[in-house]
């Protein structure tokens, strides 16, 4: 891979230094970010309560969006059920509001059917990023792994997501079995995607002919930035038409693989790792509940926490060194 070129020698290329140059709005945008100032508009007031049913089953209490609130307070504060129920009691009781609070049963189950909207403008062309992290469920602690040794019990879960680099919002998000192979959501990921994309970022996981098949059967205008592997071999039509893969193995064959990866904009897929360690500073690298559908209500209530943080702020920087 490119940042493995010359790894005996880095240690002699000077790091990179940046400067925010909006720091005042940034550092009020993350003091923002963790107040605990908390409102009820008079739309949220009146939408709390469940439209009446008309179909068969018993009628719901609580709307879609007094769910998504408490279990947007649990994944920000890292609560369990029964502690959220006991916060949106004490928020109903200090705003001095006439609201149901929903117990940590009626969350629970809510949850395997809930369905978290992400906005999206669906106006612009966006440069999507695609990369993969683990998630931890439920189990014993490292400590006790030191101890004791991994337990077969230990299990993970693989988050596939999808930034937009210009705004910095996760804009597609799936979870799966850790023996998911990468290039398989692909398509889950651009199905999410109401933006007409312009190029496709990814590392080397996902140089696959089938991503670039998904990629182009979806946005034909798309570009597919993946660094082939480095036993690489030109298609049998590259003699008379280049494919994208084509043209990047004769980029890499003319400049070399950083030259490659500073023409065709590659080093831009840094910037879903920085999601990706933010999802894990502020949400947490476990997940707390029992069931995938759960799990994946989960992600998606977080992911739609951290996009609203961001609309508080972000840094603008500017390279001096």
């Known amino acids: 891979m490119p940042f493995k070129a010359n790894a005996d020698r880095r240690h002699r290329i000077p790091k990179q230094q940046f400067r925010a140059t909006n720091w005042a709005e940034y550092d009020a ?30 009628q719901r209490r609580y709307s879609a969006l007094a769910i998504s609130t408490a279990l947007t307070l649990r994944a920000l504060f890292r609560l369990a059920l029964r502690q959220t129920e006991g916060l949106i009691g004490s928020i109903i009781a200090l705003l001095g509001l006439d609201l149901a609070v ?56 693989k988050l596939h997501i999808g930034v937009d680099p210009d705004t910095g919002r996760i ?8 023996d998911v192979d990468d290039a398989s959501q692909v398509g889950p990921l651009l199905d999410q995607v109401v933006d007409p994309i312009a190029s496709f970022t990814a590392d080397g996981a996902y140089d696959q002919d089938a991503v670039y098949c998904e ?14 592997r480095s036993s690489a071999v030109p298609s049998a039509t590259a003699e008379t038409a280049l494919t994208q893969r084509d043209q990047h193995l004769r980029t890499i064959a003319e400049r070399g693989r950083m030259g490659w990866q500073k023409a065709s904009g590659y080093n831009w897929r ?12 502020v949400i947490g690298g476990g997940l707390h509940s029992r069931t995938d559908r759960r799990r994946a209500t989960e992600v998606a209530v977080a992911v739609c926490a951290l996009n609203r943080m961001l609309e508080l702020g972000r840094p603008e920087y500017v390279r001096i060194m």
């Open 29 to 58: 945008a993350l003091r923002g970010r963790g107040s605990l100032t908390v409102w009820f508009t008079d739309a949220a007031i009146a939408a709390w309560k469940a439209e009446p049913r008309t179909t068969r089953g018993g």
């Open 102 to 157: 929903p117990d940590h049963s009626t969350m629970c189950r809510r949850a395997e059917t809930l369905e978290v909207p992400q906005r999206q403008s669906g106006t612009r062309p966006i440069h999507l990023i695609v990369d993969s992290t683990g998630l931890q469920l439920c189990g014993p602690g490292e400590w006790l792994v030191e101890k004791h040794g991994s337990r077969t019990r230990r299990s993970w879960r």
């Open 171 to 178: 804009v597609a998000s799936t979870l799966m079995t850790s």
């Open 215 to 228: 990629v182009a059967a979806r946005h034909p205008a798309a570009t597919v930035i993946v660094p082939p």
């Open 270 to 281: 840094a910037l879903v790792e920085a999601d990706i360690a933010r999802f894990k500073r």
